[in-house]
Protein backbone atom coordinates (compact mmCIF):
# COMPACT_ATOMS: atom_id res chain seq x y z
CA UNK A 1 0.00 0.00 0.00
CA UNK A 2 1.30 3.57 -1.04
CA UNK A 3 1.93 5.59 2.27
CA UNK A 4 0.72 9.17 2.44
CA UNK A 5 2.74 11.87 1.95
CA UNK A 6 1.66 13.89 4.83
CA UNK A 7 -0.29 12.37 7.89
CA UNK A 8 -1.69 14.00 10.81
CA UNK A 9 -2.94 11.75 13.97
CA UNK A 10 -4.74 13.24 16.67
CA UNK A 11 -3.52 16.57 16.41
CA UNK A 12 -4.92 19.06 19.22
CA UNK A 13 -3.73 22.79 19.31
CA UNK A 14 -4.53 24.85 22.33
CA UNK A 15 -5.89 28.66 22.38
CA UNK A 16 -4.65 31.02 24.83
CA UNK A 17 -7.13 31.30 27.94
CA UNK A 18 -9.11 34.16 27.06
CA UNK A 19 -10.57 32.69 23.82
CA UNK A 20 -14.23 31.68 23.11
CA UNK A 21 -13.17 27.80 22.69
CA UNK A 22 -10.21 25.76 24.47
CA UNK A 23 -8.62 24.43 21.39
CA UNK A 24 -8.47 25.54 17.77
CA UNK A 25 -8.19 22.09 16.35
CA UNK A 26 -9.34 18.97 19.08
CA UNK A 27 -8.42 15.28 17.51
CA UNK A 28 -7.78 16.10 14.00
CA UNK A 29 -6.71 12.88 12.01
CA UNK A 30 -5.79 13.44 7.86
CA UNK A 31 -4.27 12.22 5.40
CA UNK A 32 -2.54 12.91 2.17
CA UNK A 33 -2.00 11.36 -0.58
CA UNK A 34 0.39 11.44 -3.45
CA UNK A 35 -0.59 13.24 -6.51
CA UNK A 36 -4.02 14.16 -4.63
CA UNK A 37 -5.70 17.47 -3.85
CA UNK A 38 -7.56 17.88 -0.32
CA UNK A 39 -9.59 20.29 0.43
CA UNK A 40 -9.98 21.36 3.71
CA UNK A 41 -13.29 23.21 3.69
CA UNK A 42 -14.82 25.52 6.81
CA UNK A 43 -16.02 28.94 7.88
CA UNK A 44 -13.58 31.55 9.29
CA UNK A 45 -12.72 29.99 12.93
CA UNK A 46 -13.17 26.58 12.14
CA UNK A 47 -9.11 25.91 12.32
CA UNK A 48 -8.16 25.65 9.09
CA UNK A 49 -5.83 27.98 8.75
CA UNK A 50 -4.05 26.97 12.13
CA UNK A 51 -4.44 23.49 11.01
CA UNK A 52 -2.11 23.82 7.81
CA UNK A 53 0.09 26.85 9.33
CA UNK A 54 1.31 24.14 12.26
CA UNK A 55 3.10 21.56 9.63
CA UNK A 56 5.90 23.91 9.05
CA UNK A 57 5.64 25.29 12.52
CA UNK A 58 4.39 29.22 11.57
CA UNK A 59 2.41 29.44 14.59
CA UNK A 60 2.42 32.44 16.50
CA UNK A 61 3.63 30.85 19.64
CA UNK A 62 3.28 30.79 22.88
CA UNK A 63 -0.26 31.81 22.54
CA UNK A 64 -1.50 29.54 19.92
CA UNK A 65 0.58 25.65 20.24
CA UNK A 66 0.26 22.05 19.96
CA UNK A 67 -0.50 20.45 23.07
CA UNK A 68 -1.02 16.86 21.24
CA UNK A 69 -0.48 14.80 18.07
CA UNK A 70 1.76 13.50 15.18
CA UNK A 71 2.67 14.99 11.99
CA UNK A 72 4.25 13.14 9.57
CA UNK A 73 6.43 13.59 6.76
CA UNK A 74 8.99 11.42 4.80
CA UNK A 75 8.72 9.41 8.08
CA UNK A 76 9.50 11.90 10.50
CA UNK A 77 7.52 13.66 13.15
CA UNK A 78 7.51 17.58 12.19
CA UNK A 79 6.23 18.25 15.45
CA UNK A 80 9.19 16.73 17.12
CA UNK A 81 11.93 18.63 15.02
CA UNK A 82 13.88 21.15 15.62
CA UNK A 83 13.72 25.05 13.77
CA UNK A 84 16.81 24.29 11.70
CA UNK A 85 15.24 21.03 10.55
CA UNK A 86 12.06 22.96 9.57
CA UNK A 87 14.11 25.64 8.02
CA UNK A 88 15.57 22.88 5.43
CA UNK A 89 12.24 21.68 4.50
CA UNK A 90 10.61 24.46 3.72
CA UNK A 91 10.57 25.22 0.58
CA UNK A 92 12.20 22.75 -0.72
CA UNK A 93 10.14 19.71 0.38
CA UNK A 94 7.06 21.84 1.30
CA UNK A 95 5.96 25.15 0.53
CA UNK A 96 3.31 27.63 1.26
CA UNK A 97 1.52 29.94 -0.75
CA UNK A 98 -0.39 32.33 1.41
CA UNK A 99 -3.94 34.18 0.95
CA UNK A 100 -2.76 37.49 0.43
CA UNK A 101 0.66 37.64 -1.79
CA UNK A 102 0.90 41.19 -1.36
CA UNK A 103 1.58 40.81 2.92
CA UNK A 104 3.62 37.66 2.06
CA UNK A 105 6.07 39.12 -0.51
CA UNK A 106 8.65 41.70 0.77
CA UNK A 107 7.66 45.15 -1.01
CA UNK A 108 11.48 46.26 -0.88
CA UNK A 109 12.78 43.63 -3.39
CA UNK A 110 12.03 42.70 -7.00
CA UNK A 111 9.83 39.64 -7.62
CA UNK A 112 13.27 37.94 -9.21
CA UNK A 113 15.18 39.23 -6.16
CA UNK A 114 12.71 36.77 -3.72
CA UNK A 115 12.55 33.77 -5.86
CA UNK A 116 16.19 34.03 -6.53
CA UNK A 117 16.88 34.11 -2.71
CA UNK A 118 15.24 30.86 -2.21
CA UNK A 119 17.81 29.11 -5.13
CA UNK A 120 20.93 31.00 -3.31
CA UNK A 121 19.88 29.16 -0.06
CA UNK A 122 18.80 25.95 -1.53
CA UNK A 123 21.24 24.99 -4.01
CA UNK A 124 24.30 25.90 -5.46
CA UNK A 125 23.50 26.77 -9.38
CA UNK A 126 25.26 30.11 -10.55
CA UNK A 127 23.30 33.32 -10.80
CA UNK A 128 23.28 32.98 -14.40
CA UNK A 129 21.60 29.15 -14.28
CA UNK A 130 19.28 30.45 -11.12
CA UNK A 131 18.03 33.07 -13.63
CA UNK A 132 17.07 30.97 -16.17
CA UNK A 133 15.36 28.67 -13.66
CA UNK A 134 12.99 31.47 -12.58
CA UNK A 135 12.12 32.75 -16.63
CA UNK A 136 11.33 29.27 -17.51
CA UNK A 137 9.00 28.83 -13.98
CA UNK A 138 7.35 32.37 -14.79
CA UNK A 139 6.62 31.19 -18.45
CA UNK A 140 5.09 27.95 -17.17
CA UNK A 141 2.71 29.58 -14.44
CA UNK A 142 1.79 32.05 -17.99
CA UNK A 143 3.35 35.35 -16.51
CA UNK A 144 3.50 38.21 -19.15
CA UNK A 145 7.17 39.39 -20.59
CA UNK A 146 9.09 37.70 -17.80
CA UNK A 147 12.19 39.18 -18.44
CA UNK A 148 10.55 42.22 -17.56
CA UNK A 149 8.96 40.68 -14.05
CA UNK A 150 12.13 40.15 -13.00
CA UNK A 151 12.85 43.74 -12.22
CA UNK A 152 9.60 44.15 -10.95
CA UNK A 153 8.20 45.05 -7.18
CA UNK A 154 4.77 43.36 -6.33
CA UNK A 155 2.98 46.37 -6.02
CA UNK A 156 3.39 46.82 -9.92
CA UNK A 157 1.79 43.65 -10.38
CA UNK A 158 -1.97 42.86 -10.61
CA UNK A 159 -3.60 40.46 -8.34
CA UNK A 160 -3.67 37.44 -10.47
CA UNK A 161 -0.30 38.14 -11.17
CA UNK A 162 1.21 38.61 -7.62
CA UNK A 163 -0.59 35.19 -7.21
CA UNK A 164 1.23 33.83 -10.06
CA UNK A 165 4.80 34.59 -8.53
CA UNK A 166 3.82 32.92 -5.36
CA UNK A 167 2.86 30.04 -7.14
CA UNK A 168 6.10 30.11 -8.87
CA UNK A 169 7.91 30.75 -5.42
CA UNK A 170 6.21 27.66 -3.86
CA UNK A 171 7.66 25.51 -7.09
CA UNK A 172 11.01 26.56 -7.51
CA UNK A 173 12.19 23.54 -5.69
CA UNK A 174 9.66 21.22 -6.87
CA UNK A 175 8.36 20.28 -3.37
CA UNK A 176 6.37 17.21 -2.96
CA UNK A 177 3.78 19.17 -1.23
CA UNK A 178 1.74 22.74 -1.34
CA UNK A 179 -0.04 24.57 1.16
CA UNK A 180 -2.29 26.02 -0.24
CA UNK A 181 -4.22 28.86 2.06
CA UNK A 182 -7.49 30.47 0.20
CA UNK A 183 -5.13 31.40 -2.64
CA UNK A 184 -7.93 32.69 -5.21
CA UNK A 185 -9.73 34.42 -2.30
CA UNK A 186 -10.02 38.00 -3.06
CA UNK A 187 -9.42 37.43 -7.18
CA UNK A 188 -12.00 38.17 -10.03
CA UNK A 189 -13.38 34.80 -11.34
CA UNK A 190 -11.88 34.98 -14.38
CA UNK A 191 -8.30 35.42 -12.85
CA UNK A 192 -9.83 32.47 -10.02
CA UNK A 193 -10.37 30.44 -13.08
CA UNK A 194 -7.01 30.36 -14.51
CA UNK A 195 -5.13 30.29 -10.87
CA UNK A 196 -6.90 27.02 -10.31
CA UNK A 197 -6.74 25.67 -13.78
CA UNK A 198 -2.79 26.25 -13.55
CA UNK A 199 -2.39 24.18 -9.83
CA UNK A 200 -4.51 21.54 -11.50
CA UNK A 201 -1.86 21.27 -14.67
CA UNK A 202 0.87 21.73 -12.39
CA UNK A 203 0.33 19.81 -9.94
CA UNK A 204 -0.84 16.82 -12.64
CA UNK A 205 2.85 17.55 -14.36
CA UNK A 206 4.57 17.39 -11.01
CA UNK A 207 2.95 14.60 -9.24
CA UNK A 208 2.33 16.57 -6.44
CA UNK A 209 -0.26 17.11 -3.37
CA UNK A 210 -1.63 20.19 -2.62
CA UNK A 211 -3.34 20.41 0.96
CA UNK A 212 -5.91 23.24 -0.53
CA UNK A 213 -7.56 25.83 2.73
CA UNK A 214 -10.67 27.65 1.44
CA UNK A 215 -14.43 28.21 2.57
CA UNK A 216 -15.44 28.60 -0.93
CA UNK A 217 -17.54 25.25 -1.89
CA UNK A 218 -17.27 26.60 -5.47
CA UNK A 219 -13.50 26.54 -5.74
CA UNK A 220 -13.84 22.86 -4.03
CA UNK A 221 -15.95 21.71 -6.40
CA UNK A 222 -13.61 22.84 -9.33
CA UNK A 223 -10.31 21.26 -7.71
CA UNK A 224 -10.37 18.92 -5.10
CA UNK A 225 -9.76 14.99 -4.87
CA UNK A 226 -11.12 14.64 -1.39
CA UNK A 227 -12.65 17.44 1.08
CA UNK A 228 -12.83 17.08 4.67
CA UNK A 229 -15.27 19.49 6.81
CA UNK A 230 -14.17 21.37 9.54
CA UNK A 231 -16.34 23.48 12.32
CA UNK A 232 -15.27 24.90 15.31
CA UNK A 233 -12.18 22.81 15.28
CA UNK A 234 -13.78 19.32 14.81
CA UNK A 235 -13.14 17.65 11.38
CA UNK A 236 -16.74 16.65 10.89
CA UNK A 237 -16.57 14.79 7.40
CA UNK A 238 -14.80 13.54 4.83
CA UNK A 239 -14.51 11.59 1.47
CA UNK A 240 -14.39 11.83 -2.20
CA UNK A 241 -15.42 15.23 -3.63
CA UNK A 242 -18.56 13.69 -5.39
CA UNK A 243 -19.77 11.85 -2.34
CA UNK A 244 -19.54 15.19 -0.01
CA UNK A 245 -20.79 17.67 -3.01
CA UNK A 246 -23.69 15.37 -4.19
CA UNK A 247 -24.67 13.18 -0.65
CA UNK A 248 -23.13 14.91 2.28
CA UNK A 249 -24.08 13.37 5.70
CA UNK A 250 -23.47 16.31 8.00
CA UNK A 251 -25.89 18.77 8.55
CA UNK A 252 -23.28 21.17 8.55
CA UNK A 253 -21.96 20.29 5.97
CA UNK A 254 -25.17 20.46 3.26
CA UNK A 255 -26.16 24.03 5.38
CA UNK A 256 -22.95 25.44 3.59
CA UNK A 257 -23.61 23.74 0.27
CA UNK A 258 -27.01 25.23 0.55
CA UNK A 259 -25.57 28.66 1.41
CA UNK A 260 -23.48 28.96 -2.35
CA UNK A 261 -25.55 31.10 -4.13
CA UNK A 262 -27.70 29.73 -6.81
CA UNK A 263 -26.87 30.76 -10.55
CA UNK A 264 -30.82 31.10 -10.90
CA UNK A 265 -31.78 34.68 -12.03
CA UNK A 266 -34.41 36.24 -9.72
CA UNK A 267 -37.04 38.31 -10.79
CA UNK A 268 -38.12 41.37 -10.80
CA UNK A 269 -40.31 42.76 -7.62
CA UNK A 270 -43.47 43.90 -8.00
CA UNK A 271 -43.74 47.61 -8.17
CA UNK A 272 -45.76 49.77 -5.96
CA UNK A 273 -45.91 52.74 -7.37
CA UNK A 274 -44.63 54.62 -11.05
CA UNK A 275 -40.78 54.42 -11.04
CA UNK A 276 -38.95 57.27 -10.33
CA UNK A 277 -35.54 58.18 -11.11
CA UNK A 278 -32.95 58.94 -8.49
CA UNK A 279 -29.56 58.49 -10.48
CA UNK A 280 -28.66 58.93 -13.84
CA UNK A 281 -25.44 59.14 -15.10
CA UNK A 282 -24.61 60.45 -18.64
CA UNK A 283 -21.74 60.10 -20.61
CA UNK A 284 -18.74 60.27 -18.02
CA UNK A 285 -15.74 59.69 -18.29
CA UNK A 286 -12.96 59.63 -16.35
CA UNK A 287 -8.75 59.35 -16.80
CA UNK A 288 -5.85 58.47 -14.42
CA UNK A 289 -2.73 59.37 -15.12
CA UNK A 290 -0.82 61.13 -18.54
CA UNK A 291 -0.14 64.62 -16.76
CA UNK A 292 4.05 65.85 -15.63
CA UNK A 293 3.83 65.94 -11.99
CA UNK A 294 6.79 68.30 -10.22
CA UNK A 295 9.11 65.22 -9.44
CA UNK A 296 7.88 62.98 -12.41
CA UNK A 297 7.50 62.76 -16.29
CA UNK A 298 4.19 62.58 -18.22
CA UNK A 299 3.15 58.92 -17.65
CA UNK A 300 0.52 56.70 -19.46
CA UNK A 301 -3.20 58.27 -19.70
CA UNK A 302 -5.37 55.24 -18.40
CA UNK A 303 -9.39 55.51 -19.33
CA UNK A 304 -10.74 54.62 -15.97
CA UNK A 305 -14.13 55.39 -17.97
CA UNK A 306 -15.50 55.99 -21.10
CA UNK A 307 -18.49 57.53 -22.08
CA UNK A 308 -20.34 55.70 -19.32
CA UNK A 309 -24.20 56.30 -18.94
CA UNK A 310 -26.92 54.55 -16.62
CA UNK A 311 -29.83 54.77 -14.69
CA UNK A 312 -31.42 53.90 -11.30
CA UNK A 313 -35.14 54.20 -10.50
CA UNK A 314 -37.09 53.81 -7.18
CA UNK A 315 -36.52 50.21 -5.69
CA UNK A 316 -33.80 49.17 -8.23
CA UNK A 317 -31.32 46.39 -7.84
CA UNK A 318 -28.53 47.11 -10.13
CA UNK A 319 -25.45 44.95 -10.40
CA UNK A 320 -22.26 46.05 -12.19
CA UNK A 321 -19.66 43.17 -12.56
CA UNK A 322 -16.51 42.84 -14.28
CA UNK A 323 -12.93 42.11 -13.36
CA UNK A 324 -10.88 44.07 -11.31
CA UNK A 325 -9.85 47.51 -13.47
CA UNK A 326 -12.74 47.20 -15.29
CA UNK A 327 -13.53 50.74 -14.00
CA UNK A 328 -16.45 49.31 -11.36
CA UNK A 329 -15.03 51.14 -8.24
CA UNK A 330 -14.32 54.63 -10.25
CA UNK A 331 -17.75 54.54 -10.97
CA UNK A 332 -19.35 53.98 -7.90
CA UNK A 333 -16.44 56.83 -6.43
CA UNK A 334 -18.01 59.59 -9.13
CA UNK A 335 -21.19 58.35 -8.10
CA UNK A 336 -20.65 59.00 -4.30
CA UNK A 337 -18.83 62.62 -5.11
CA UNK A 338 -15.48 61.25 -4.14
CA UNK A 339 -14.19 61.40 -7.40
CA UNK A 340 -14.96 63.98 -10.47
CA UNK A 341 -15.77 63.08 -13.85
CA UNK A 342 -13.58 65.09 -16.97
CA UNK A 343 -16.78 65.09 -18.66
CA UNK A 344 -20.61 64.32 -18.58
CA UNK A 345 -22.70 64.42 -15.70
CA UNK A 346 -24.58 62.67 -12.50
CA UNK A 347 -28.10 63.26 -11.95
CA UNK A 348 -29.59 62.84 -8.16
CA UNK A 349 -33.58 63.10 -8.41
CA UNK A 350 -32.93 65.46 -11.55
CA UNK A 351 -29.98 67.80 -9.94
CA UNK A 352 -26.80 67.52 -11.59
CA UNK A 353 -24.05 66.81 -8.74
CA UNK A 354 -20.80 66.25 -10.41
CA UNK A 355 -20.10 69.74 -10.28
CA UNK A 356 -20.64 70.44 -6.25
CA UNK A 357 -17.65 70.73 -3.98
CA UNK A 358 -17.84 69.17 -1.02
CA UNK A 359 -19.96 71.63 1.12
CA UNK A 360 -22.28 71.06 -1.65
CA UNK A 361 -22.43 67.74 -1.62
CA UNK A 362 -23.45 67.59 2.63
CA UNK A 363 -26.92 67.73 1.53
CA UNK A 364 -26.67 65.28 -1.01
CA UNK A 365 -24.71 62.56 1.18
CA UNK A 366 -28.80 62.17 3.12
CA UNK A 367 -29.75 60.11 -0.71
CA UNK A 368 -26.59 58.41 -1.26
CA UNK A 369 -24.75 56.10 1.17
CA UNK A 370 -22.34 53.51 0.72
CA UNK A 371 -21.21 49.93 1.83
CA UNK A 372 -17.59 49.13 1.71
CA UNK A 373 -15.81 46.08 0.59
CA UNK A 374 -13.80 45.98 3.83
CA UNK A 375 -15.72 46.44 7.17
CA UNK A 376 -12.97 46.32 9.31
CA UNK A 377 -11.16 49.45 7.60
CA UNK A 378 -14.18 51.77 7.25
CA UNK A 379 -14.59 51.30 10.82
CA UNK A 380 -12.78 53.37 13.14
CA UNK A 381 -11.40 51.59 15.36
CA UNK A 382 -10.81 53.90 18.14
CA UNK A 383 -14.80 54.57 18.51
CA UNK A 384 -17.60 52.46 19.64
CA UNK A 385 -20.34 50.83 17.43
CA UNK A 386 -23.15 53.52 18.82
CA UNK A 387 -20.64 56.13 18.08
CA UNK A 388 -20.08 55.23 14.59
CA UNK A 389 -23.55 54.81 13.26
CA UNK A 390 -25.17 58.07 14.95
CA UNK A 391 -22.36 60.25 13.34
CA UNK A 392 -23.94 60.50 10.17
CA UNK A 393 -27.60 61.56 12.14
CA UNK A 394 -25.82 64.02 13.90
CA UNK A 395 -24.04 65.43 11.42
CA UNK A 396 -27.47 66.33 9.15
CA UNK A 397 -28.92 67.94 12.59
CA UNK A 398 -30.56 65.38 14.83
CA UNK A 399 -30.15 65.53 18.38
CA UNK A 400 -26.87 63.42 20.64
CA UNK A 401 -30.21 61.01 22.22
CA UNK A 402 -31.90 60.83 19.24
CA UNK A 403 -29.27 59.90 16.92
CA UNK A 404 -27.87 57.18 19.66
CA UNK A 405 -31.38 55.34 19.87
CA UNK A 406 -31.69 55.43 16.21
CA UNK A 407 -28.50 53.65 16.30
CA UNK A 408 -29.71 51.05 18.58
CA UNK A 409 -32.88 50.27 16.59
CA UNK A 410 -30.78 49.81 13.64
CA UNK A 411 -28.39 47.42 15.15
CA UNK A 412 -31.31 44.96 16.16
CA UNK A 413 -32.91 45.67 12.56
CA UNK A 414 -29.31 43.99 11.29
CA UNK A 415 -29.93 41.59 13.82
CA UNK A 416 -27.19 42.54 16.54
CA UNK A 417 -28.45 43.53 19.65
CA UNK A 418 -28.55 47.10 21.04
CA UNK A 419 -25.87 46.54 23.44
CA UNK A 420 -23.82 46.06 20.75
CA UNK A 421 -23.82 49.81 20.68
CA UNK A 422 -21.69 50.31 23.32
CA UNK A 423 -18.69 47.74 21.97
CA UNK A 424 -15.73 48.13 19.72
CA UNK A 425 -15.69 47.41 15.88
CA UNK A 426 -12.21 44.59 16.83
CA UNK A 427 -14.86 42.33 19.11
CA UNK A 428 -16.83 41.47 16.51
CA UNK A 429 -16.87 39.28 13.20
CA UNK A 430 -16.24 40.10 10.08
CA UNK A 431 -20.14 39.18 9.05
CA UNK A 432 -20.88 41.40 12.15
CA UNK A 433 -18.77 44.25 11.15
CA UNK A 434 -20.20 43.82 7.79
CA UNK A 435 -23.97 44.31 9.44
CA UNK A 436 -22.35 47.46 11.22
CA UNK A 437 -21.66 49.39 8.22
CA UNK A 438 -24.83 48.51 6.50
CA UNK A 439 -26.42 50.25 9.57
CA UNK A 440 -24.18 52.94 9.44
CA UNK A 441 -25.22 53.49 5.50
CA UNK A 442 -29.00 53.18 6.75
CA UNK A 443 -28.59 55.52 9.63
CA UNK A 444 -29.71 58.69 7.71
CA UNK A 445 -32.41 57.14 5.54
CA UNK A 446 -30.68 56.93 2.18
CA UNK A 447 -32.42 56.17 -1.04
CA UNK A 448 -29.81 54.35 -2.71
CA UNK A 449 -26.55 52.38 -1.24
CA UNK A 450 -24.26 51.76 -2.96
CA UNK A 451 -22.73 48.33 -1.81
CA UNK A 452 -18.93 48.14 -3.16
CA UNK A 453 -18.53 44.04 -3.17
CA UNK A 454 -19.83 43.90 0.72
CA UNK A 455 -19.47 40.45 0.70
CA UNK A 456 -16.53 39.24 -1.57
CA UNK A 457 -14.09 38.11 2.22
CA UNK A 458 -16.96 36.57 3.98
CA UNK A 459 -17.74 32.74 4.21
CA UNK A 460 -20.18 31.59 2.35
CA UNK A 461 -23.09 31.38 5.09
CA UNK A 462 -22.41 34.77 6.41
CA UNK A 463 -22.33 35.81 2.96
CA UNK A 464 -25.99 34.45 2.63
CA UNK A 465 -26.88 36.19 5.69
CA UNK A 466 -25.62 39.57 4.73
CA UNK A 467 -27.42 39.50 0.85
CA UNK A 468 -30.50 38.03 2.63
CA UNK A 469 -30.60 41.07 4.99
CA UNK A 470 -29.96 43.34 2.32
CA UNK A 471 -32.83 42.13 0.32
CA UNK A 472 -35.28 42.81 3.59
CA UNK A 473 -33.65 45.81 3.63
CA UNK A 474 -34.75 47.00 0.18
CA UNK A 475 -37.82 45.76 0.92
CA UNK A 476 -38.86 47.43 4.43
CA UNK A 477 -37.10 50.76 3.34
CA UNK A 478 -38.09 51.50 -0.60
CA UNK A 479 -34.44 51.13 -1.13
CA UNK A 480 -32.35 50.99 -4.88
CA UNK A 481 -28.86 48.68 -4.87
CA UNK A 482 -25.95 49.62 -7.05
CA UNK A 483 -24.63 46.64 -6.36
CA UNK A 484 -20.72 46.45 -7.20
CA UNK A 485 -19.14 42.74 -7.82
CA UNK A 486 -17.05 40.49 -9.57
CA UNK A 487 -19.16 37.40 -8.58
CA UNK A 488 -21.97 36.66 -10.81
CA UNK A 489 -23.77 33.84 -8.39
CA UNK A 490 -23.80 37.22 -5.75
CA UNK A 491 -25.32 39.27 -8.94
CA UNK A 492 -27.74 36.69 -9.53
CA UNK A 493 -28.90 36.18 -5.84
CA UNK A 494 -29.50 39.98 -5.25
CA UNK A 495 -29.95 42.32 -8.50
CA UNK A 496 -32.95 42.31 -11.48
CA UNK A 497 -30.68 43.85 -13.90
CA UNK A 498 -26.83 43.49 -14.38
CA UNK A 499 -24.22 46.25 -16.19
CA UNK A 500 -21.51 44.13 -17.56
CA UNK A 501 -17.89 46.85 -17.61
CA UNK A 502 -14.70 45.84 -19.10
CA UNK A 503 -11.72 48.17 -19.16
CA UNK A 504 -13.75 51.65 -17.97
CA UNK A 505 -16.68 50.56 -21.10
CA UNK A 506 -19.74 50.04 -20.56
CA UNK A 507 -19.97 46.76 -22.74
CA UNK A 508 -23.40 44.80 -22.02
CA UNK A 509 -26.84 45.39 -19.77
CA UNK A 510 -30.09 44.09 -19.49
CA UNK A 511 -32.09 41.82 -16.86
CA UNK A 512 -30.10 39.12 -15.03
CA UNK A 513 -32.56 36.48 -16.99
CA UNK A 514 -31.07 37.57 -20.10
CA UNK A 515 -27.78 38.36 -18.95
CA UNK A 516 -27.47 34.72 -17.67
CA UNK A 517 -29.61 32.87 -20.76
CA UNK A 518 -28.65 34.86 -23.81
CA UNK A 519 -25.85 37.29 -22.95
CA UNK A 520 -24.59 39.16 -26.22
CA UNK A 521 -20.85 39.85 -25.51
CA UNK A 522 -17.78 36.95 -25.20
CA UNK A 523 -16.69 38.89 -22.30
CA UNK A 524 -19.84 38.16 -20.81
CA UNK A 525 -19.91 34.52 -21.67
CA UNK A 526 -16.04 34.19 -20.52
CA UNK A 527 -17.13 35.23 -17.32
CA UNK A 528 -20.48 33.53 -17.14
CA UNK A 529 -17.84 30.45 -18.29
CA UNK A 530 -15.58 31.33 -15.03
CA UNK A 531 -18.49 30.79 -12.29
CA UNK A 532 -16.11 27.99 -10.41
CA UNK A 533 -18.12 24.86 -9.66
CA UNK A 534 -20.85 25.13 -12.17
CA UNK A 535 -21.51 21.14 -12.95
CA UNK A 536 -21.89 20.91 -8.79
CA UNK A 537 -23.98 23.84 -7.41
CA UNK A 538 -25.77 24.85 -10.45
Known amino acids: MIPPVL ?43 ILSKSILQLLPAPHIQVSKGRIFFNHHDLLQKDVDYIQTIRGSQISMIFQEPMTALNPLMSVGQQIDEILKIHTSLSYSKRTT ?48 DEPTTALDVTTQAQILGL ?21 VAEIADRIAVMKNG ?32 RNKYP ?89 QLQLYRKTIQMIFQDPFASLN ?19 KKKSWDLACDLLETVGLSADSA ?50 DLRQKFSLSILFITHDLRVAAHVCEEIIVMKNGKLIEKGSTTQIFTTPQQPYTKKLLDSIPGKSYLS
Not at 207 to 219: A, E, K, N, Y
Not at 246 to 258: A, D, F, G, V
Not at 381 to 399: A, F
Request: aromatic share 4%; proline share 5%.
Open 7 to 49: SIEDLTIDLPPWSDRPHAVEDISLKIMANEILCVVGESGSGKS
Open 133 to 180: RILELFENVKLPEPKKLLQSYPHELSGGQRQRVMIAMALILKPALIIA
Open 199 to 219: MKEIQHQNQMSILFITHDFGV
Open 234 to 265: ILIEQGRKTEILRTPKEEYTQNLISAVPSLKP
Open 271 to 359: RQSINKNILEVINIEKTYGGRAGLFSQKGRAVHALANISLEINKGDSVAIVGESGSGKSTLARCILGLEKPEKGKITVNGKNISTLNRT
Open 381 to 399: PRQKVGEIISLGPSIQGLG
Open 422 to 471: HRYPHEFSGGQRQRIGIARALAIKPQLIVADEPVSALDVSVQKQVLELLD
